[in-house]
């Protein structure tokens, strides 16, 4: 009989646990602003640490919001006058671009080809030559990688050499 009953999740039992939890706390919350009253619920609260606590801030809503943007004028001059056009640098090298070459066209397509570099050489090192116990090395791995792969593509001749031979007989 005994046999038959699942062993009670911990997890399931706590996560039960914790929504009735939630559950009478929402509903005291609930209960708690219904005894507060509209009047409380509707009046904002403003608080403001730049002021001392005697001096209130005005309510809200009660400075009038201009209709157009107020711009300020700034006593400054301008950085650059309007007729004057930025100096042009004399070469690209001035910048700190490197200037395109024929030859780095070439690397750039060679290096999409190359596998990105390891993030631990010395890992790999390990790896390649088996110097983790209880990890065959690498050179073995491929090994038998590439001797199933020849199996494979001599079965494959074997197999179509086999159906041509008889497709020729008939």
Do not use: C
């Amino acid at each position: 009989m005994g046999l038959s009953r699942k062993k009670p999740d911990p997890i399931s039992e706590r996560a039960r646990d914790l929504n009735s939890q939630i559950a009478a706390l929402e509903e005291q919350i609930r209960r708690l602003n219904e005894q507060a009253g509209p009047a409380e619920a509707e009046k904002p609260r403003l608080r403001s640490t730049a002021r001392p606590h005697h001096q209130t801030s005005p309510a809200v809503g009660t400075t009038p919001h201009p209709t157009e943007p107020i711009f300020e004028e700034f006593g400054h001059p301008p950085l650059r006058r309007p007729d004057q056009t930025p100096p042009k640098p004399e070469s690209v090298r001035e910048l700190g671009v490197r200037k395109p070459g024929g030859t780095g066209f070439f690397k750039r397509v060679k290096n999409q080809f190359r596998p990105p570099p390891a993030s631990n050489p010395k890992l790999v090192s390990y790896l390649a030559a088996g110097s983790i116990q209880g990890l065959r090395p690498l050179r073995y791995e491929k090994r038998v990688a590439r001797n199933r792969f020849i199996f494979l593509v001599v079965a494959l001749l074997l197999l179509l050499w086999g159906i041509i031979t008889v497709l020729v007989q008939y």
